[in-house]
């Protein structure tokens, strides 16, 4: 039967409490990286999650004609704009005209195509929600 020679300086019960004692601190080890770290505030407090689906929570404020004056593009698109005139005027990115008016929250456009309507509310200085006649919502932006 084979025996290791005791390392030099130990009795071979010192070795194998040595070795016992390296093999409980590496299981320790070990068991300690699995281990999940102790939940502080900072790390429990969830973060905010957004609906990138959820419609906008449209402003207080209420959309004037004042705020409607100007060149507004839909969903950070600025390339095909429609501009409101002061003077109750409209103009397409296409070059059709026509005229429009607020009466509340519904702003009304009318040109050579017919009357077309819809539903707003301000979301900020430079947003303007559209509700939809089908029941959807777009967002169009300051341009």
């Given at each position: 039967?084979?025996?290791?020679?005791p390392i030099?300086?130990?009795s071979?019960?010192?070795e194998?409490?040595?070795?016992?004692?390296?093999s409980?601190?590496?299981?320790?080890?070990?068991a300690?990286?699995?281990?999940?770290?102790?939940?502080?505030?900072e790390?429990?407090?969830?973060?905010?999650?957004?609906d990138?689906?959820?419609?906008?929570?449209?402003?207080?404020?209420?959309?004037?004609?004042?705020?409607?004056?100007?060149?507004?593009?839909?969903?950070?698109d600025?390339?095909?704009?429609?501009?409101?005139?002061a003077?109750g005027?409209?103009?397409?990115?296409d070059?059709?005209?026509?005229?429009?008016?607020?009466a509340?929250d519904?702003?009304?456009?009318?040109?050579?195509?017919?009357d077309?309507?819809?539903?707003?509310?301000?979301g900020?200085?430079?947003?303007?929600l559209?509700?939809?006649?089908?029941?959807?919502?777009?967002?169009?932006?300051?341009?």
């Amino acid at each position: 039967m084979w025996t290791a020679a005791p390392i030099r300086g130990y009795s071979a019960i010192g070795e194998a409490i040595m070795i016992r004692t390296l093999s409980i601190a590496l299981i320790f080890a070990l068991a300690a990286c699995g281990q999940a770290a102790t939940p502080t505030a900072e790390t429990t407090a969830e973060a905010p999650t957004l609906d990138p689906h959820a419609p906008p929570v449209p402003s207080d404020d209420p959309v004037t004609a004042a705020f409607l004056v100007g060149s507004w593009g839909d969903n950070g698109d600025c390339t095909s704009t429609i501009t409101y005139n002061a003077d109750g005027s409209f103009r397409m990115a296409d070059g059709s005209t026509g005229t429009w008016t607020l009466a509340g929250d519904r702003v009304t456009m009318s040109g050579v195509r017919g009357d077309f309507g819809v539903n707003v509310a301000k979301g900020n200085e430079n947003q303007l929600l559209a509700g939809q006649p089908d029941g959807s919502f777009g967002i169009s932006q300051r341009c």
